[in-house]
């Protein structure tokens, strides 16, 4: 099978299966993601850059955030897509672990599958949690889950459970000190650390500016 059109067939199918999802997982979530990931790949060598494209477009297919936590039905989803489309099964069953490994849920799992493919889909998925998008996704997801902006009597909890975590109901701003400020120091790829960087500068300006306004 040509590399071009099963590409091509899975952004129609992730296009027209997203068409209807929350602003922070939507098909342009999963474009950015799978532009990060050319970029990233393309710094890597001796790597399978249509497995790597092929999980950036798939990874968030059917979220289990919006599938009762249900954390086998985006892999599921997206093995019956790639077999249906007669997709090589070792290159699916790749894809597929990728998609099961790449989510960080409170930083509390274990990785249990290792490549680079894996590596630089993650860095490319966390890019678009950090820097001026992540703020805008971070906002997004607490308000589609109706959580409040700010309270300063929650304080960060760094020691959440992932089944806590996993609730997300606390308020939006310390969803920063729990997850989108460790980011930079979880790249596995150069190209992506570098990236996370300037990102990460930005978060901080911005959580400075909140403070002084909060507190003016
Ligand atoms: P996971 O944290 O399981 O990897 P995602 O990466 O799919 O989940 O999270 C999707 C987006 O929603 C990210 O931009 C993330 O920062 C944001 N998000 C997740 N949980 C919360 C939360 N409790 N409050 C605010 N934003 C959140
Ligand atoms: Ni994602």
Same mark, same amino acid.
């Given at each position: 099978?040509?590399?071009?059109?099963?590409?091509?067939?899975? %952004?129609?199918?992730?296009?027209?299966? =997203?068409?209807? $999802?929350?602003? !922070?997982? +939507?098909?342009?979530?999963?474009?950015? @993601?799978?532009?990060?990931?050319?970029?990233?790949?393309?710094?890597?060598?001796?790597?399978?850059?249509?497995?790597?494209?092929?999980?950036?477009?798939?990874?968030?297919?059917?979220?289990?955030?919006?599938?009762?936590?249900?954390?086998? %039905?985006?892999?599921?989803?997206?093995? =019956?897509?790639? $077999?249906?489309? !007669?997709? +090589?099964?070792?290159?699916?069953?790749? @894809?597929?672990?990728?998609?099961?490994?790449?989510?960080?849920?409170?930083?509390?799992?274990?990785?249990?599958?290792?490549?680079?493919?894996?590596?630089?889909?993650?860095?490319?998925?966390?890019?678009?949690?950090?820097?001026?998008?992540? %703020?805008?996704?971070?906002?997004?997801?607490?308000?589609?889950?109706?959580?409040?902006?700010?309270?300063?009597?929650?304080?960060?909890?760094?020691?959440?459970?992932?089944?806590?975590?996993?609730?997300?109901?606390?308020?939006?701003?310390?969803?920063?000190?729990?997850?989108?400020?460790?980011?930079?120091?979880?790249?596995?790829?150069?190209?992506?650390?570098?990236?996370?960087?300037?990102?990460?500068?930005?978060?901080?300006?911005?959580?400075?500016?909140?403070?002084?306004?909060?507190?003016?």
């Amino acid at each position: 099978m040509e590399t071009s059109s099963i590409i091509d067939k899975t %952004i129609n199918y992730v296009q027209q299966t =997203l068409k209807n $999802s929350e602003g !922070g997982h +939507d098909w342009w979530h999963t474009h950015r @993601v799978y532009l990060n990931a050319q970029k990233i790949a393309s710094g890597e060598p001796e790597i399978d850059t249509e497995v790597v494209l092929l999980a950036a477009l798939l990874h968030d297919i059917a979220d289990s955030k919006f599938n009762n936590g249900n954390e086998q %039905i985006g892999p599921d989803t997206a093995r =019956l897509f790639l $077999s249906s489309e !007669g997709f +090589d099964s070792i290159k699916i069953n790749h @894809v597929v672990s990728i998609i099961e490994n790449i989510s960080f849920k409170g930083g509390k799992s274990e990785r249990t599958f290792h490549s680079k493919e894996l590596d630089i889909v993650q860095d490319a998925d966390r890019l678009d949690a950090i820097g001026a998008i992540g %703020i805008a996704r971070a906002f997004n997801y607490g308000g589609f889950k109706g959580n409040e902006i700010y309270n300063p009597e929650i304080p960060p909890n760094l020691e959440m459970t992932k089944e806590e975590y996993k609730k997300g109901k606390q308020p939006s701003v310390n969803h920063f000190y729990e997850k989108l400020l460790l980011l930079k120091d979880l790249m596995n790829t150069k190209t992506g650390r570098e990236m996370a960087q300037q990102r990460h500068e930005f978060m901080l300006e911005y959580l400075d500016q909140f403070y002084r306004e909060v507190n003016e």
